[in-house]
């Protein structure tokens, strides 16, 4: 196990605003992070490009980011005039959450044809997910119109407001927009039913000038996990979600049961799902963005800091 580090140590972490990150709130609020030596600073991200860029520059030592953001930094900076992304996977958050969700007027996936469509970005991220979603429906590149918009409150405000006709959404976003009128047009996991979806992140220099701290954060993290599983611990969730999210009532126990569903919800042990990240590959692949042969999974990920975290090193 990953050595206990004395002193408070500052970690800057930043995430997208979502239900997802019950655990980190778990963590800082019940003392998990504080008992591994760590003080956690969490910041909201706008979008995708903004997370990987302060990752990049070293603002932020951690993120929690699609797979596919770090698949896509590290491809698009190979044969640069560096030595390319120094960003990579160390564990793995959640399969997907997602779902496809229609303004008001927008009832099926059928109706979206010549419709605005709002994305966190254009070319990574889980938009792949969304255009494999059109494909199956029949859809062609030109039958939809995809617009950056940035993260999943954005997104959310963006398709309330009139402006979007659909959106991939994740909870408690998709609950707020149905409770407003909006329709679920579609889940992820009936695209992907394989999937890695938001992961850890951090850069290679940083973790191996840090190993004994990024393995005690995941650890932290996984401890804040089993609590949320707990069901003595159900109150105190919906009570972090009101608290962090400002979900309550209805929308926090619908968000909560999302997070413990053992089939799409939160990793338990918060594991990389190494096939799922081969999944992500090949829809990347299939949509163009990524030459084959495929690269293999583990050239994105380092395994080494979340065995360390659980003691199997």
């Given at each position: ?16 605003r ?20 760590l ?26 980011a ?47 044809r010549?419709?605005?469509?709002a994305?966190?970005?254009r ?22 119109n ?34 407003a ?36 954060y995941i ?27 400002g ?54 990920v ?12």
């Open positions: 196990m990953a050595n206990q580090i004395k002193s408070p140590f500052p970690l800057r972490l930043i995430q997208f979502a239900g997802y990150n019950l655990p980190v709130h778990v963590a800082i609020e019940i003392g998990h992070f504080a008992r591994r030596g003080q956690v600073e969490v910041s909201y991200t706008p979008g995708s490009q903004y997370l990987i860029e302060t990752l990049k520059t070293g603002q932020f030592q951690i993120g929690h699609a797979a596919d953001d770090v698949v896509a930094e590290v491809e698009n900076q190979k044969g640069t005039s560096g030595e390319g992304s120094d960003l990579f996977l160390f564990m793995g958050l959640h399969g997907g959450l997602l779902n496809l969700v229609g303004s008001p007027e927008i009832r099926d996936v059928k109706s979206l010549g419709k605005a469509l994305v966190d970005a070319t990574s991220g889980f938009v792949f997910v969304l255009e494999k979603m059109l494909l199956s429906k029949g859809f062609g590149p030109k039958d939809y995809l617009v950056e918009v940035g993260g999943w409150e954005s997104r959310y405000h963006a398709l309330l407001e009139g402006g979007f006709s659909a959106t991939l959404l994740t909870p408690p976003y998709v609950g707020d927009a149905l409770e009128g909006c329709h679920l047009l579609a889940r992820g996991d009936e695209i992907m039913p394989v999937y890695q979806a938001t992961c850890g992140v951090a850069r290679r220099t940083w973790a191996h000038e840090n190993a004994d701290l990024l393995a005690s650890r932290a993290y996984i401890e804040a996990t089993k609590w949320c599983f707990d069901p003595q611990n159900r109150k105190g969730g919906l009570e972090l979600l009101a608290k962090h999210n979900i309550k009532g209805y929308s926090a126990e619908k968000t909560l049961d999302a997070l413990l569903d053992p089939k799409h919800g939160l990793y338990p042990k918060a594991e990389l799902n190494l096939p799922g990240i081969a999944a992500a590959l090949e829809l990347r692949a299939e949509m163009g963005y990524l030459s084959r042969p495929v690269p293999r999974p583990e050239k994105y380092d395994l080494s800091y979340h065995r360390r975290a659980v003691g199997s090193d």
